[in-house]
C-alpha cells in the first residue's frame, strides 16, 4: 500500500525512475479499486456511481501516466514508448514486457537507480 501512497505522492512527476515494485503495486491498487467500483455500480444498478468509478479513473489517469514514463526511465526507454501502447496488441506486449524488465543497472540518463539507493540505506 505504501507504494500506492508513494505514487501518488508523485502525482504529475514524469521525470526521474520508478522500480517494479512500485509499478506493479500501484497498477495492482488501481485495478482492484477500479473493479470494486465497477462492481458495486452495476450491482446497484445506480449511474451516479457508474459516475464516481469514472472520476476515480480519470483522477488516476495523469499519475498513471507519470509511474508508467518513470518505470520506462528506469529500464532506460524514453517516456514516448507509452505512444507505442496505442498499436493493437504488440504495443500492449511491448510495453508488458518492458514494464516487467529489470533496471538498468547504476544510473543512467533518467537519474540514479531507485533499488540500488534503497540497498545503500539499508545497509547503513
Known sequence: MSW??????????????????????????????????LVIALASKQTALLGLAGAFYLGVLIPSLAVGVRRLH???????????????????????????????PGPNQYGPNPKEDALTYAAV
Open 4 to 37: 500506492f501512497i508513494e505514487a501518488l505522492k508523485k502525482y504529475a512527476v514524469f521525470s526521474g525512475r520508478a522500480r517494479r515494485k512500485e509499478y506493479w503495486n500501484f497498477a495492482l491498487f488501481v485495478g482492484i479499486i477500479y473493479i470494486v467500483l
Open 74 to 104: 528506469d529500464t532506460g526507454r524514453s517516456g514516448w514508448w507509452l505512444l507505442f501502447g496505442i498499436v493493437p496488441i504488440a504495443g500492449a506486449i511491448t510495453l508488458l514486457v518492458f514494464a516487467c524488465s529489470d533496471s538498468t
